[in-house]
């Protein structure tokens, strides 16, 4: 399975493998950690997510509510944001509005117990960039935070001034 998700991934960096680290050290071009906001209320959600990239390059930055959310946004670059839809503070359409309004707008996941057409076409029509639904699988969060990278990388997800 991880073979077939490297593979997966290695096709969309444009054709490329994913390098492995050599002896155990990043490549000078890539960023040794990257932050992920995971913004949830739920311990048991926090608690599995953090074990899931607990190996991976990922450096998990933790919110409670959509306060918190922004302030943390406003003062660091998140490539992705894990945001849970029943975040405390506001609606999570209001949420992910105001969170795209940022300058450095993180590729938004919406943490739902459901994903249907309706809600993927709200998440769309408010900016998201897709929805991870519970029981969280570490291959499909990991494949899901991997392409929300890319996707932000490209410019795809909206207004932000610092690339990693």
Not at 17 to 23: F, I, K, L, T, V
Not at 42 to 60: C, K, M, P, Q, Y
Not at 63 to 84: I, K, M, N, S, Y
Not at 108 to 127: P, R
Request: proline share 5%; glycine share 6%.
């Amino acid at each position: 399975m991880k073979r077939a998700l490297a593979a997966i991934l290695g096709k969309l960096y444009l054709g490329k493998q994913p390098r492995e680290p050599e002896n155990g050290r990043h490549h000078p071009n890539e960023p040794v950690s990257l932050n992920l906001l995971l913004a949830s209320a739920d311990e048991e959600d926090r608690n599995g997510l953090r074990r899931i990239f607990s190996a991976t390059r990922w450096r998990v930055v933790e919110a409670g509510r959509w306060a918190e959310v922004l302030r943390l946004t406003d003062q660091d670059v998140f490539p992705v944001a894990l945001c849970d839809r029943e975040l405390p503070g506001m609606d999570w359409r209001d949420g992910v509005r105001q969170l795209r309004m940022g300058h450095r707008s993180p590729a938004i996941i919406l943490l739902s117990t459901v994903a249907d057409q309706y809600l993927w076409e709200e998440l769309v029509s408010v900016g998201a960039f897709d929805a991870l639904t519970r029981p969280f699988r570490e291959s499909q969060t990991l494949a899901m935070i991997e392409f929300a990278h890319i996707h932000w990388k490209t410019g795809l997800t909206g207004r932000r001034t610092d690339v990693r």
